[in-house]
């Protein structure tokens, strides 16, 4: 009887002695952070946590993703405390979900526009609906937390003016004393330790590391790494469908679509639909290259797909994504077809043999200048010519020409013979 009484005993007096958990809102606010910080204030729930402290410092990052980490902070029963180094943008907003800020020696919050960033332009604002969106979100965390709802939104809207506070053009950021005296923040600190006993938590905390599996996903779904992968791997399957056989420009075209893809799976920001939106894209382009002459609806189809796929994906930084994948797509083609048939590693992307027999040697290629034969298969622009008895690989000027065609050999430079349709 007496164990089960001290047992029970120790069970209520368990929450007392349990130590806060410290989750690092660090670097970009992406999707996969958001998911960190979910599945941190999940587990500190899960295992009775006296509280959650937010180590905030922070550039910002994505609307999205930001609303997500605010959500799960407005909602957890548990108390929660944000130590701020910097919290700009959508870190602002994360900063002013928790029920206490604390303001580190130096930091400073605010600076929370809604841009555009383009890779061949300067970054401009967000057009308005996007700025009341998040204008909107700021006012409400800052009401549900006790804040002052003006500055919260002036941190959001160059356009507000608050006498002595901010003038109109530039949205609002504060120091972290001047964050304390308009009440945004609620003290500052010198260290973690002091913010930690000012808000009345306990001095040990569980830090809860970001998991490998999150900073692959971080890596893999930035908006400069995932375009790469994305424009490399479609360059790499191009170049796969453009020339006969199998070879490695393939496999890599498809390893580095999976890493795509796999970033995004690892914390659900592509899912079934995102990768059918793609497949399907790639089909319909496919079909459009090599079964449709033009360029009709089938490619317009797959382009649509393609666009819904990335969109779906990374949201408010699609654009981005999209124009970057493009820009490295177009570049790569250019090079690929003007500059690596003259390269040993061509030799490695194609299997031989693959029209019956292998390429002439060069010499011999140099005779064919001004011959003039029949497109053995489609040009696209690269394909298969007939000379005479003489299966010959060969590439256009960039357009397409189709098969049975008659065409006259233009230049030839090394392996690559070039040529252009002839007029009957």
């Known amino acids: ?55 905030v410092d922070t550039p910002g ?46 930091s400073e919050i605010g600076a929370a526009l809604p841009i555009n960033v383009s890779p061949v332009s300067e970054p401009t604002a967000a057009d308005r609906k996007y700025i009341s969106a998040f204008k909107a979100k700021f006012r409400a965390v800052a009401e549900a937390r006790g804040r002052p709802a003006d500055l919260a939104e002036a941190m959001v809207d160059p356009d507000i003016e608050i006498e002595g506070v901010v003038a109109k053009g530039e949205p609002l950021t504060l120091t972290a004393a001047r964050a304390v005296e308009l009440g945004i923040a609620d003290f500052e600190c010198a260290s973690l330790s002091e913010a930690l006993e000012k808000a009345g938590f306990d001095p040990e905390v569980v830090t809860l590391e970001i998991p490998t599996r999150i900073k692959v996903a971080r890596v893999l779904t930035s908006m400069y790494v995932a375009p790469l992968l994305l424009g490399l791997g479609l360059l790499g399957l191009l ?64 382009l649509a797909a393609l666009a819904a796929s990335i969109y779906l994906t990374f949201g408010d930084q699609a654009l981005m994504v999209g124009s970057i994948t493009v820009i490295i797509g177009a570049i790569g083609l250019f090079v690929a077809f003007r500059y690596l048939p003259r390269t040993r590693a061509a030799h490695a992307l194609v299997l031989n043999g693959a029209i019956g027999e292998q390429a002439p040697p060069r010499e011999r290629l140099q005779s064919l200048l001004g011959a003039i034969g029949v497109a053995a298969s489609d040009l696209r622009p690269a394909g298969v010519a007939r000379f005479g008895e003489r299966k010959v690989d060969v590439v256009t000027e960039g357009e397409y020409v189709p098969k049975g065609s008659r065409i006259r050999v233009v230049e030839v430079e090394g392996a690559r013979v070039v040529v252009r349709p002839e007029e009957e």
């Open 1 to 55: 009887m007496t164990g089960k009484l001290l047992y029970i005993i120790a069970l209520l007096w368990l929450p007392a002695f349990a130590s806060s958990y410290l989750v690092k809102v660090e670097g970009e606010i992406d999707l996969p952070l958001a998911a960190y910080v979910e599945d941190s204030l999940a587990r500190a729930e899960a295992e009775g946590a006296a509280g959650v402290v937010l180590w």
């Open 61 to 106: 990052g994505r609307i999205d993703a930001a609303m997500r980490i605010s959500d799960a902070v407005l909602n957890t029963p548990l108390p929660t405390l944000a130590v701020v180094k910097n919290a700009f943008s959508a870190g602002a907003l994360v900063s002013l979900s928790a029920e206490q800020v604390a303001m580190l020696p130096g």
């Open 239 to 302: 170049i796969e469908f453009f020339t006969p056989g199998f070879g490695v420009a393939g496999l890599l075209g498809v390893l580095l679509l999976g890493l795509y893809f796999a970033g995004g799976l690892m914390v659900g920001m592509s899912g079934v639909v995102e990768v059918a939106l793609f497949l399907a894209g790639v089909a319909l382009l496919l079909a459009e290259m090599f079964l449709i002459p033009g360029f009709g609806v089938a490619g317009i189809g797959g």
